[in-house]
């Protein structure tokens, strides 16, 4: 019988698929830092583009291509989201997504994204798209849009936003990480 491995001995793998509002501040890396901080030893990957959804994903051989043969523990679902286009293309892209991971046998969170600023009335409808996809296929859901405005208003010193003010800063890009890394469960590993 072998022996129960501590947490210095958990070895992971991350592949995060999206856009700019995952590589932004290098995101994948403000995880990863996270997960070294708790003893997991985590590997992450990239698959992003500026500007495209899942669709675009959904449609490149490589998406395929990493998840069936990257042995990944995650797999993170992040779609456009300034405009977020018509839920029936993110929903069909979702669908081979999901159907490569869940074939993989990793586990699948969708990366909910905020709005832009001085467009907050719109994170409803944003969270309620990735609720039902995540619902639908029965994974994660990192709710960050919903955190990102929760911690503006409990927190207005603090600017999430990057100049462009779509984008995240530094301090966003750190929220996003920490609300992953939370959604996975990591802390109690």
Not at 52 to 79: C, K, P, S, W
Not at 128 to 142: D, F, H, I, N, Q
Request: proline share 4%.
């Amino acid at each position: 019988m072998s022996p129960i491995p501590t947490q210095e001995e958990i070895h992971m793998r991350t592949l995060f698929i999206g856009n700019s509002h995952t590589y932004y501040n290098d995101m994948p890396a403000l995880f990863r830092d996270l997960c070294t901080a708790r003893g997991i030893d985590m590997q992450v990957t990239m698959l992003t583009k500026g500007g495209m959804g899942l669709d675009y994903h959904a449609e490149n051989e490589q998406t395929r291509f990493n998840i069936l043969f990257g042995n990944y523990d995650f797999v993170i679902l992040q779609h456009v989201a300034h405009p977020m286009g018509e839920f029936e293309v993110m929903e069909a892209a979702a669908d081979t997504i999901m159907q490569w991971i869940r074939q993989a046998g990793s586990k699948a969170c969708f990366y909910m994204t905020w709005t832009k600023e001085g467009d907050e009335a719109s994170q409803p409808e944003m969270s309620a798209r990735y609720r039902r996809l995540a619902e639908k296929y029965g994974c994660l859901l990192a709710p960050v849009g919903e955190k990102w405005w929760e911690h503006i208003h409990a927190h207005p010193e603090v600017d999430l936003f990057y100049q462009d003010r779509r984008h995240a800063s530094l301090e966003g890009s750190k929220l996003i990480a920490q609300t992953i890394f939370d959604t996975l469960g990591l802390a109690s590993e």
